[in-house]
């Protein structure tokens, strides 16, 4: 059973950056597309970047895209998100998910995977 923990959350004030890092165990990390959603407070999950189980494709939200940066390095079974000029509407629960032999954007859809971490807290002051 793959188990996720992520790290790296916190505050920051409008247009810094943070990476966050989300950590696999359990299973065999070269298997497993790995995709990064958030959760506002009221809100439904949204996808915000993914890599696929081979690391050639990625996925980007339209609303990150060219500010956030996903990269996954095999021996450390992690896979970061590098986020860079925040803005306020970045604040959320950010969480990672995994499945396995898919690639990045059928990651992106899977806004309800069981197999998730407990997530990660970033919030962007104005």
């Known amino acids: 059973q793959v188990h996720l ?3 790296g959350g916190g505050l920051v004030q409008s247009g810094g950056s943070l990476r966050l890092s989300c950590q696999l165990s359990g299973v065999t990390f070269t298997f497993y597309a790995v995709g990064w959603f958030r959760q506002a407070p009221g809100k439904g999950p949204d996808s915000v970047a993914a890599v696929g189980w081979d690391g050639t494709t990625t996925w980007y939200s339209d ?5 956030f940066t996903i990269e996954r390095v095999n021996a450390e079974n992690t896979v970061y998100l590098q986020m860079t000029l925040l803005k306020p509407e970045d604040t959320a629960l950010y969480f990672c998910a ?4 898919i690639a990045a954007q059928t990651m992106a859809g899977m806004t309800d995977s069981q197999d998730r971490g407990q997530g990660t807290q970033v919030t962007v002051s104005s």
């Open 98 to 101: 995994a499945t396995r032999w």
């Open 63 to 67: 609303s990150v895209k060219g500010r």
């Open 5 to 7: 923990v992520e790290s």
